[in-house]
Every structure is written in structure tokens, then in C-alpha cells.
């Protein structure tokens, strides 16, 4: 069998477009999943920078300003429809079409990077963490599907779900909790603190999934970084090593053992 892969096209396809548009996702902040709910309000988004990287046709912007009043908030996505239907209804927010990895999105540049509804869909999450971490100065936010036994699962032969009305697969990546946790504590992403918050998928879902769905969550992640200033030593090997902890871990799973 030919090895199936989707191309990015499929973020833009007509009917999840419709979707976004006509069904106004995301705009209410009583409506946002409970794990956004949860680590947003651990922020003051008054104070801060935002990109909205994946904001089809900026909800989140409209939920934001509900909730925190004005806001700096720049919101991009690969389809063209949903940024000229945000642009036209959000005035007083920024709108581009444009991914998380344009060249134009430099280092530092946002206080608040924000990935809701796609992380999962993307097979080379340590590249994804790993840019978003990049061009945040303080912040990153995502969800995605969790696991807390056997191994993260990016085949998409294996883990996978049909985008909208598209007829086409898209993956669905399930993280292994341990596996995410132990990559973000690496020196080179400079991670002073990790906040998780999970609950079981809280009804039917369309994907096909090589496991039980009473074994996958709904996961939500903050993200805050040390300042570009700090310098922080991470030692191993001697027993004195095993009593440091640079990064402070905050997990809210059920389930979950350290």
C-alpha cells in the first residue's frame, strides 16, 4: 500500500471553512472546553502579546476580549476564507495567512504563542513545540489527546480521523503524558514551568484510534519560559543531581504517578 500522507491543503478544505464560519466556533468563553478555561485564566492576557497561530476565523479572539477586555492579539491560519471572514468581523485584531514556521515570525516576538484544536493533527510535534517555544517570550499554550501507558502514536495508518467533509484522513496523535514531559524539560527549550490539566474524552469521537478511548484525555498545556537572561545549570550522574528540578511540574491528570 502507497504510503498516505495529507498536504497542508487540507487545513483549508471548503467545509471546515463553513464550519468556522458559519457555526461562529470558539467566540463565547462558556464555551470553550474546560481545559482552555482552566489555564487561561491562569494568565493576564491584558498584559500581553498574542498569536493565535491556527485561528481559523478568530473565535478565540472574540472569547478573549470577552473575557479580558482589550487585548493585543494577532491571529494566523493557512485558510484564506476564515482570515478574510475574521478580518471583516474583527476589526481590532490583527488577521494573516500565514503558518506557525513563516520566516516572518522571528525569535521573541510574541508574549503569548496560543495552538488550539491542531497540535494533535501534527505528526513532528517536537518541531511544532520547538518553534512555538521559539517565537514566545514568555507563554505557549496548546491541547491536544493523551495518553498514560504505551507510546506516543503519530502513524497515521494507525491513529487517524477524516477532516470535516474533506473526504481525507488527517492524523491524530496521541501523547504518551511521560514522553511529552520528559522532552519539554530539555535545556535547549529553557522551560521554567510546566502546567497540564486532563480529563477523559467526554463523549464519542470520529477518530479511529489503535486504543481504547476510555485510555485516551483531553489534554491542555501551559508553557512559561525562563527570561532569555536566566542562566540555568542542570547538572546529572551524581547523587546530589537527583534532588535538582529546574523546571516545575504541575500535572492535573487522572491517573497520573510522578
Not at 504563542?113 to 505557549?140: C, E, G, H, T
Request: glycine fraction near 6%.
Amino acid at each position: 500500500m502507497k504510503k498516505y500522507l495529507p498536504s497542508k491543503k487540507i487545513f483549508s478544505s471548503q467545509s471546515k471553512s463553513n464550519y468556522y464560519i458559519k457555526n461562529k466556533v470558539r467566540e463565547k468563553f462558556k464555551d470553550l472546553e474546560k481545559s482552555k478555561k482552566f489555564l487561561i485564566k491562569k494568565i493576564n492576557f491584558k498584559k500581553n502579546k498574542i498569536l493565535d497561530a491556527g485561528c481559523a476565523s478568530g473565535g478565540m479572539y472574540s472569547a478573549l476580549k470577552e473575557k479580558f477586555g482589550s487585548i493585543d492579539y494577532t491571529g494566523i491560519d493557512l485558510d484564506s476564507k476564515c482570515i478574510r471572514n475574521a478580518k471583516k468581523r474583527f476589526s481590532t485584531a490583527k488577521f494573516f495567512k500565514m503558518d506557525i514556521f513563516d520566516k516572518k515570525l522571528k525569535k521573541n516576538s510574541y508574549d503569548t504563542i496560543m495552538i488550539w484544536n491542531w497540535s494533535y493533527m501534527y505528526p513532528d510535534w517536537k518541531k511544532l513545540l520547538s518553534q512555538a517555544i521559539k517565537i514566545s517570550r514568555k507563554f505557549v499554550m496548546f491541547d491536544n489527546r493523551l495518553r498514560l501507558n504505551g507510546p506516543t502514536v503519530t502513524d497515521i495508518d494507525l491513529s487517524y480521523q477524516y477532516y470535516h467533509r474533506s473526504n481525507k484522513r488527517n492524523y491524530y496523535v496521541v501523547h504518551n503524558l511521560y514522553e511529552l514531559l520528559s522532552f519539554l524539560q530539555i535545556g535547549e527549550l529553557n522551560i521554567k514551568s510546566i502546567n497540564i490539566y486532563g480529563y477523559p474524552l467526554p463523549g464519542k469521537t470520529s477518530a479511529r484510534l489503535p486504543l481504547s478511548t476510555s485510555e485516551v484525555l483531553i489534554g491542555g498545556v501551559l508553557l512559561e519560559k525562563y527570561s532569555k537572561n536566566s542562566k540555568v545549570n542542570r547538572h546529572g550522574v551524581t547523587p546530589e543531581s537527583t534532588k535538582q528540578n529546574w523546571t516545575k511540574i504541575n500535572v492535573k491528570v487522572p491517573g497520573y504517578k510522578k
